[in-house]
């Protein structure tokens, strides 16, 4: 640039600057004017840079920052302050986040401070996990009976024993007086129910599989007593319940049934399938909308149950038993266990439900697969539990094993991931808590 040029320059750039500062004279008047007239907590238009913008539009544009953002935000002025302090923005921040997700944005009346203690609490977990420090709490069970089964939600644990009773505790509030679930059985037979086979719960209802075929519903916000009874001709065998919706499944014989309410609240069967051999292992799809969607396990065969359609199967290998079953929203996880002349090795398949065909064969352990744990573990990733007692992490990319622990003594009878720990539990009763990043034990609880 010559001489000529930039002395143009600089003073086309001070004729804008003074006609920019005489705006602002002429608009600081009318500004302050408004301000006095409006209260103080009211705003119309937002200063954003070089314009005004109305206030909708703004909460609108920080939607879309997060926790930290927001902060540097109400660091520019008092009008950014109030937008990054709005009880919308915040409401909408513990709901991501997953706190309080039953809640309406009218009860409490400063989410900001919801949201930082909930995270101060989650922090504060994190830590006692990690400095392996806490508590173990036995929850009291019924004498003279023998727990037949028992199944948690969100701090919600159901239990099932011998006598047929079924009792609830709720761990959040730390009130261990667990109330019974009442059945329908007449009360001039004590101790003649029924053993309890399964038990499942979630954030509303509770579910009772009884020995004699029997299917009690309990809905935990309105009473002890069933809303809905239902009755097979044989033993249940698998019992599947929705942790999204109020969708039960259930399998008795070669009979699959799906109940489901309707918008009076009164239960039906939405589906009913007939399949070829005892179903073992029952899971329901999570996410299906309108039409819910079950996959079951019959010695080797799987089958994919959708209501609007008829049993289908999904995969079959003779003399390949299904060992373990897993269910996403996209995929389906189950060990098989190879028998036969040519022995491969026993693997755990992954198949997609969209697809309906195989995406990964992992594994080839010398030892049965016992669980999988598909749906609570991050993206890409899978934990399987396996009678050579070791816990293993699958890398669903490259179909390979991320990690593997030597978790227990006997075999690996439950295991469950999250996105930094791993919770395992054995045959010889102990529980173990990994942080699976750093390949570290961090809690043993031994029953």
């Given at each position: 640039m010559d001489d000529?040029s930039?002395?143009?320059f600089r003073?086309r750039?001070?004729?804008?600057?003074a006609?920019?500062?005489a705006?602002?004279?002429?608009?600081?008047?009318?500004?302050?004017?408004?301000?006095a007239?409006?209260?103080?907590n009211?705003m119309?238009d937002v200063?954003f840079?070089?314009?005004?913008?109305p206030y909708e539009?703004?909460i609108n544009?920080?939607?879309?920052l997060?926790?930290?953002?927001?902060g540097?935000?109400?660091?520019?002025?008092?009008?950014w302050k109030?937008?990054?302090e709005?009880e919308v923005?915040?409401?909408?921040?513990c709901?991501?986040e997953?706190?309080?997700?039953?809640?309406?944005?009218s009860?409490y009346s400063?989410?900001?401070?919801?949201?930082q203690e909930?995270?101060?609490?989650?922090?504060?977990?994190r830590?006692n996990?990690?400095n392996?420090?806490?508590?173990?709490s036995?929850l009291?069970h019924?004498?003279?009976?023998?727990l037949?089964d028992?199944?948690?939600?969100?701090?919600?644990?159901?239990?099932?024993?011998?006598?047929?009773d079924v009792r609830?505790?709720?761990?959040r509030?730390?009130?261990?007086?667990?109330p019974f679930?009442?059945?329908e059985?007449e009360e001039?037979e004590?101790g003649?129910q029924?053993?309890?086979?399964?038990?499942?719960?979630?954030?509303s209802?509770?579910v009772?599989?009884?020995?004699d075929?029997f299917?009690?519903i309990w809905?935990?916000r309105?009473?002890?007593y069933?809303?809905h009874?239902?009755?097979?001709d044989a033993r249940?065998?698998?019992?599947?319940?929705s942790?999204?919706?109020a969708t039960?499944a259930?399998?008795?014989?070669?009979?699959?049934v799906?109940l489901?309410p309707n918008e009076?609240g009164?239960w039906?069967i939405a589906?009913e399938f007939e399949?070829q051999k005892l179903v073992?292992y029952?899971e329901?799809?999570?996410?299906?909308?309108?039409y819910?969607v079950?996959?079951?396990t019959?010695?080797?065969?799987?089958y994919?149950l959708?209501?609007?359609?008829?049993a289908?199967t999904?995969?079959?290998?003779?003399g390949q038993?299904v060992?373990?079953?897993?269910?996403?929203?996209?995929?389906?996880?189950?060990g098989v266990?190879?028998?036969?002349w040519v022995?491969?090795?026993n693997k755990?398949l992954?198949y997609?439900?969209?697809?309906?065909r195989?995406?990964?064969k992992?594994?080839?352990a010398?030892?049965?697969?016992?669980c999988?744990?598909l749906r609570?573990s991050?993206?890409?990733?899978?934990?399987?539990?396996?009678?050579d007692?070791?816990?293993?992490i699958?890398?669903l990319?490259?179909?390979k094993?991320?990690l593997?622990l030597?978790a227990?003594q006997?075999?690996?009878?439950?295991?469950q991931?999250d996105?930094?720990?791993i919770?395992?539990g054995?045959?010889?009763?102990?529980?173990?808590?990994?942080?699976?990043?750093?390949?570290q034990?961090?809690?043993?609880?031994h029953?």
């Open positions: 000529h930039l002395e143009e003073r750039w001070q004729e804008e600057l006609q920019a500062q705006l602002r004279k002429r608009r600081r008047p009318e500004a302050a004017e408004r301000r007239r409006r209260p103080e009211e119309d200063p840079f070089d314009i005004q913008l539009l703004a544009i920080f939607q879309y997060d926790r930290k953002e927001l540097r935000c109400a660091q520019v002025s008092k009008t109030v937008i990054a709005d923005l915040w409401y909408r921040l709901q991501q997953g706190h309080l997700p039953e809640s309406s944005i009860d400063c989410w900001k401070l919801i949201f909930c995270r101060a609490k989650e922090h504060m977990l830590t996990w990690k392996r420090k806490g508590a173990v036995e009291e019924i004498p003279d009976a023998v037949c028992v199944h948690s939600h969100d701090g919600v644990v159901i239990a099932g024993y011998t006598s047929g609830v505790w709720d761990t509030t730390w009130d261990y007086v667990a679930l009442e059945s059985y001039d004590p003649m029924p053993y309890v086979s399964f038990v499942r719960i979630n954030s209802l509770a009772a599989a009884y020995e075929g299917l009690n809905d935990l309105t009473g002890k069933p809303i009874r239902f009755e097979h249940i065998q698998a019992v599947a319940l942790q999204e919706d039960v259930t399998a008795s014989a070669f009979d699959v799906m489901y009076e009164y039906h589906a399949v073992d029952l329901i799809v999570p996410d299906t909308g309108r819910p079950a996959v079951a019959a010695g080797d065969l799987v994919l959708k209501a609007e359609d008829s289908r999904l995969h079959y290998v003779y038993p060992t373990c079953l897993d269910v996403s929203a996209n995929q389906v996880a189950f266990k190879s028998l036969g022995y491969e090795g755990i992954v997609s439900l969209e697809a309906e195989c995406l990964s992992l594994g080839n010398l030892g049965d697969f016992t999988v744990n609570d991050p993206p890409n990733l899978m934990v399987s539990g396996n009678m007692r070791r816990v293993r699958h890398d990319r490259t179909d094993i991320a593997s030597s227990h006997l075999g690996v009878s439950a295991v991931m996105d930094w720990k919770v395992s054995g045959e010889e009763g102990l529980v173990s808590v990994w942080d699976y990043r750093m390949n034990k961090l809690w043993e609880v029953s």
